[in-house]
């Protein structure tokens, strides 16, 4: 389901399956993976959302709970190509104003 590509600077957190929803089914399992390499390793983390078709509030609970997680850890969370229909949901939420959103993974591992 999830992906996780260790780099010698970074993590990319990414989803395996076009389509990918980011919800109540999945969204606990999600932070407790990126609470693990927070917790580990004060590494950067790119969540990669190419491949996330929706998100819902749980799934939004669970990026904000990592979010503010790393935030206490001094690790930076970026999130990358995200979908169009997602990143409607991210700005409706305003939270396009909280983090820092890149439209390739190239310029999120800079």
């Known amino acids: 389901m999830f992906t ?3 780099q010698p600077n ?5 989803f395996a399956e076009r ?3 980011l919800t109540a089914l999945n969204a606990n399992e999600f ?3 990126l609470y693990q390499l927070i917790d580990n390793d004060n590494k950067k983390i ?3 959302l190419n491949h996330v078709s929706f998100i819902d ?5 669970a990026i904000i709970a990592v979010y503010n997680h790393a935030r206490n850890s001094q690790v930076d969370v970026i999130l990358c190509r995200v979908a169009t229909s997602v990143m409607g ?3 409706i939420t ?3 104003q909280v983090f820092e959103i890149y439209e390739t993974l190239t310029e999120a591992i800079k």
Do not use: M
């Not at 970074?10 to 990414?14: A, C, D, P, R």
């Not at 509030?57 to 609970?61: E, M």
């Open 46 to 48: 790119v969540i990669d």
């Open 10 to 14: 970074h993590y990319v957190v990414g």
């Open 57 to 61: 509030s749980s799934g939004f609970g």
């Open 89 to 91: 949901l991210i700005k």
């Open 4 to 6: 996780i590509d260790n």
């Open 19 to 21: 389509g990918h929803k």
């Open 31 to 33: 932070k407790d993976q």
């Open 94 to 96: 305003k939270l396009d």
